[in-house]
């Protein structure tokens, strides 16, 4: 997922250079989706290790 994310922000700096600053800004702000997303993701299942019980 983060590999999406880093490949969103290479297209959005190779569009900005480009000229084309509506592709760059959407592909900024998508890559900020799923950055929060796989964020989100990580910090639920750190929560579910820590508590899990074992037996």
Request: net charge positive; glycine share 10%; hydrophobic share 75%.
């Amino acid at each position: 997922m983060l590999d999406l994310v880093v490949t969103l922000l290479i297209i959005a700096l190779i569009a900005a250079v480009l000229g084309f600053g509506g592709i760059a800004t959407a592909a900024v702000g998508i890559a900020k989706i799923v950055f929060l997303v796989a964020l989100v993701l990580f910090v639920v299942a750190a929560i579910a290790g820590t508590m899990r019980t074992t037996i």
